[in-house]
């Protein structure tokens, strides 16, 4: 039972941060949708559809931290200078996010 509510809280996580995740990435390297894929499965262990890559990637698009190009018939994905700023910010306040997720265990 524990492994598996630990299992759904997993992915929660990865979901709900999924667009920080992909900003930081983007941080690295342009990606397309199977580079996501592939990512989030290699560093967390968990699958996530093609759909949920899209969602994120429309969500970051409309907000200006993205963009995309097409190269040899693939939408490739890049941060935008909002983008950067954006994501510098996040990694910034890694220590607060840290702190703030600690507080959750560490309050009760």
Not at 26 to 50: H, W
Not at 78 to 84: A, D, N, R
């Amino acid at each position: 039972m524990d492994s598996k509510i630990l299992d759904q809280m997993h992915s929660r996580v990865v979901k709900n941060f999924l667009d920080m995740v992909i900003l930081m990435e983007l941080r690295k390297r342009s990606m397309n949708s199977s580079d996501v894929i592939a990512f989030v499965r290699n560093k967390f262990s968990m699958l996530i559809s093609l759909g949920t890559v899209y969602s994120y990637f429309y969500f970051l698009e409309r907000n200006g931290l993205i963009r995309n190009e097409l190269a040899q018939g693939k939408r490739i994905y890049k941060l935008t200078e909002h983008g950067e700023e954006t994501a510098k910010a996040f990694f910034s306040s890694k220590d607060k996010i840290l702190g703030m997720v600690l507080n959750l265990f560490i309050g009760t």
